[in-house]
């Protein structure tokens, strides 16, 4: 269900698996409760993951540490990083995805020209194998569906994400990759490569978050 990455006095950091709940339902304790009953501790959770994403999750220790994180979630300084792969054509490579986000049919966003729920997704890409593109995506609001709604928005749906087109796989090829935050007069960064998905797998990618953890991307600028 997770894996523990780190222990902080003030909060800690899991590694949630693919297809895990984040609340609990029809009686199935969801990865916050079961991390709390196996730690026997009262946690505060500061942002969500979807159920079909996998990757990293901060939760506080006390609510004044909640409090903090949380304001830094909702003013936007905590930087996320996600890595999503596709197999189709992105109609671009880099860039800028903005646009308000707005509901639609059968439980699923879609992007519109309103500035209403905004949401800005920055994102750079690399071919892995033929047919098979990595994206390294820095979400600069948190939106439901955000970054999922981004990808299908350039032509890109993400690799076994059937709510919005991805072709048919063993999961949804969207993980938390990495958080980099301020806490406590501290500078904390926090990396974890997905470990469950065959296309994950693959040493090609391996090498292309070796390149892209040595160089830090260049992120493309928003055009106003």
């Known amino acids: 269900m997770y894996q523990l990455v780190a222990e902080q006095p003030d909060f800690i950091v899991i590694n949630k698996a693919c297809g895990v709940h984040f609340h609990s339902q029809d009686g199935s304790a969801g990865v916050v409760a079961q991390v709390e009953a196996d730690r026997n501790e009262k946690l505060f959770s500061v942002h969500r993951l979807d159920t079909p994403t996998s990757g990293l999750l901060l939760l506080a220790r006390s609510s004044a540490a909640a409090a903090h994180l949380s304001a830094q979630f909702a003013e936007h300084r905590i930087e996320k990083r996600y890595l999503a792969l596709s197999k189709d054509k992105p109609k671009k490579k880099q860039g800028t995805i903005e646009g308000g986000m707005a509901k639609a049919r059968r439980s699923q966003w879609k992007l519109t020209r309103e500035k209403d729920n905004y949401a800005i997704t920055q994102f750079i890409s690399a071919s892995v194998t033929p047919g098979l593109r990595a994206f390294l995506l820095r979400p600069l609001s948190g939106k439901t569906h ?79």
């Not at 928005?153 to 990759?177: E, K, N």
């Open 146 to 224: 955000q970054i999922r709604v981004a990808l299908k928005s350039i032509g890109a749906p993400i690799l076994g994400d059937s709510l919005y087109g991805g072709q048919a796989a063993d999961r949804t090829y969207l993980h938390a990759y990495q958080l980099s935050f301020e806490h406590g007069g501290q500078q904390h960064q926090f990396t974890a490569a997905p470990h469950l998905g065959e296309h994950y797998q693959l040493p090609q990618l391996a090498q292309l978050l070796a390149q892209w953890q040595a160089i830090p991307p260049q992120w493309p600028q928003r055009q106003r």
